[in-house]
């Protein structure tokens, strides 16, 4: 079965960075477009950014374009995400996740779309 486990949460001071990482196993990672997702507490999950299977297209929440990079080694079935310049209300559980073979472009940002889900990452970023 597909399993996901994401890492490299933890504290860090407003303005820090870190950088999350999601393996992946049981699927074509290959093939795969991959997606990070983050919920605050008391909020909805939010899409923070997606990567294409070859890591040809790439795409960013508004809020966090700039900051955050996400990128991939097929050859380690992992995706990253790197946070720079954090800031307090980015404070998370952050997700990656596995988008839907057949969705089209202007769909890729939604929740719905992605089919499997890791347990997260916690992120907390203090003021």
């Known amino acids: 079965q597909v399993q996901l486990v994401e890492s490299g949460g933890g504290l860090v001071q407003a303005g820090g960075s870190l950088r999350l990482s999601c393996v992946a196993s049981?699927?074509?990672?290959?093939?795969?477009?991959m997606g990070w997702f983050r919920q605050a507490p008391g909020k909805e999950r939010e899409f923070v950014a997606y990567?294409?299977?070859?890591?040809?297209?790439?795409a960013y929440a508004d809020s966090v374009r700039g900051r955050f990079t996400i990128s991939r080694e097929n050859a380690k079935n992992t995706v990253y995400l790197q946070m720079n310049n954090l800031k307090p209300e980015e404070t998370a559980t952050y997700y990656c996740?596995?988008?839907?073979?057949?969705?089209?472009?202007?769909?890729?940002?939604?929740?719905?779309?992605?089919?499997?889900w890791g347990h997260g990452t916690q992120v907390t970023v203090s003021p």
């Open positions: 990567i294409t299977w070859n890591g040809g297209r790439t």
């Open positions: 996740a596995v988008l839907r073979s057949s969705t089209i472009l202007s769909e890729m940002r939604s929740e719905s779309r992605y089919d499997y």
């Open positions: 049981g699927l074509t990672f290959s093939r795969s477009t």
